[in-house]
């Protein structure tokens, strides 16, 4: 008697009447893990756009001082209505000033704009302290400004919960600085080389830290460290 059988788009044919079936087929080259493998790919791209875009950034500031012209723009209160198309101050709530070519501001003009709550001023030269008039500041992007210092009075920034300090050149007493923040609930810290957290981070209000770097996830939770690096094996 011949036993059951069929015939597979390889051309060859196989006994129906075995077990486990799924032997029949071909199995995955990524295994379970292919939503790593995904993942990790989105997450290099991402990490190579924003590198790149540095690189970019910092040639651009060094043509403008081999030329010895202007280093850059002043925000101030013209610039941002002129940018957001409002006619008065208290109308704008949201800020978004990224790749403006921005080095100092003028701190008067500033304090007009007292309804700013959110800030995106990623890709400029500006520091923590250059936004010390928005009284109403909460939450603030600071990414790839080349910040490697921070000098600022911790009192200017009352209502500020999230800060996002990716890709500067910060070091862990920095950090320990940036602490003093009193409503500080969300902190990002990806790129700045940091491999661990100052433990004086604990007696802060500080609730979620994220440091993100060689494709590896750092959470410290206020009293309690946790970390969760991706199972490859998953």
């Excluded at 790749?99 to 309804?115: A, H, N």
């Excluded at 700045?192 to 609730?207: A, E, R, V, Y």
Aim: proline content about 4%.
């Amino acid at each position: 008697m011949t036993a059951a059988s069929c015939k597979l788009e390889d051309g060859q044919r196989h006994a129906t009447k075995c077990f486990p079936a799924r032997s029949l087929l071909h199995r995955r080259k990524d295994g379970g893990g292919h939503w790593l493998v995904a993942y990790r790919k989105a997450e290099e791209q991402s990490y190579s756009h924003v590198h790149r875009r540095i690189k970019e950034t910092h040639k651009e500031h060094e043509n403008i001082a081999v030329t010895d012209a202007p280093h850059g723009h002043t925000l101030n209160g013209p610039f941002l209505l002129r940018l957001h198309c409002v006619e008065k101050p208290s109308e704008l709530c949201t800020v978004h000033i990224s790749e403006q070519e921005l080095d100092s501001v003028k701190p008067e003009d500033l304090k007009m704009f007292d309804s700013v709550a959110y800030i995106d001023a990623s890709v400029n030269l500006l520091s923590l302290g250059s936004f010390s008039s928005f009284v109403s500041l909460r939450e603030l992007n600071l990414s790839v400004n080349g910040i490697h210092n921070m000098t600022f009075d911790a009192s200017d920034f009352p209502h500020l919960q999230v800060l996002d300090l990716s890709y500067n050149s910060l070091s862990a007493d920095d950090v320990v600085s940036i602490g003093r923040l009193p409503r500080l609930k969300v902190l990002h810290l990806t790129g700045n080389q940091l491999h661990h957290l100052p433990p004086d981070l604990g007696s802060t209000q500080l609730k979620f830290t994220k440091i993100q770097d060689a494709f590896e996830t750092v959470f410290k939770l206020t009293r309690r460290w946790r970390t969760h690096v991706p199972d490859s094996h998953s």
